[in-house]
């Protein structure tokens, strides 16, 4: 289901034009957009650049992936019954852990960012006993979190900051019935200096053109187009994920913008952007 649910998708992304998140016209006209280079190609000494912004090459740790499966004794009624049919049930546990730092300069001050990105998983797996069929699996829950740490370490009186973005899936709570619903998730995301704060806010699209000029619904639900920073209720800047791009808004002073910068730079070098998309290309393999 997973891999067909992928393939439409890249079907229907394949016969429409570029897609770009939405930018708000009024804050289109008081933004800059930077391209960011970078992001594709050869990763070794990965290093960013936008605009007047570029980071030192990335130091990225040891990713780190594991899997166990096991066979279930407690069983619930519905799985007892599977197992007249011939149908056992596993549990297996998935996680995923990878770390990176690197620091960001405008030319003049620079910040250090530290990233951790760690993933679990906790799936159902029905076991058919069928070469022909093979196995099924059913997500019960997971938990997704990205931290940073971005330390101002040019300036007079440097103020750490905390970068959150977590994402949280329970089955129990889960309300999406139909093929292609998205799933519902509990998501948070910030940045603060315990006094400051920047909400960050995922954007997706839910309609996109052909290459006709006719709208089309994003099959799989919405797609994750980037990122909404926001300070004091306003719109600061914008991560497009689909085009590689930062818009930041002319009106701040070089440390906010600085600061926005190193928020943005870090989520687009996180592995995993829409986590439940991206959560199926993690090996299943026993490590």
Known sequence: MKLLQNLLILTALASCTAAKVSVPSQFE????????????????????????YHTSAIKRGWDFTSSVQYTRFGLRPEEMLMRVIHIDTDKRNLSQRNK????????????????????????????????????VSRTRRYEYAFTAAILPISQKDPQPWSLVLVNRYDANK?????LFDR???????????????????????EEMKSKKGKPMKVFGGPLLAGYELRMDDG???????????????????????????????????KRMQDVAKDRDNIPTGSN
């Open 100 to 135: 990176f730092q690197y620091t960001l300069s405008d030319g003049k001050n620079i910040t250090e960012i530290y990233a951790t990105e760690k993933f679990r998983e906790n799936d159902l797996v029905y076991k058919s006993n069928n070469p022909f069929l093979g196995d």
């Open 183 to 205: 799933p519902f998730v509990e998501e948070e995301g910030y940045a603060t200096n315990g006094k400051d704060n920047v909400a960050i806010r995922p954007l997706r699209l």
């Open 235 to 269: 719109v600061v800047g914008i991560i497009d994920i689909l085009d590689n791009a930062v818009w930041l808004y002319n009106d701040l002073e070089a440390p906010d913008k600085l600061l926005l910068s190193s928020i943005a730079s870090a989520i687009m070098l």
């Open 174 to 178: 889960d309300t999406a019935r139909k």
């Open 29 to 52: 006209k008081e933004a800059t957009r930077m391209a960011v280079k970078g992001l594709n190609g050869w990763m070794i000494n990965q290093q960013l650049s936008f605009g007047n």
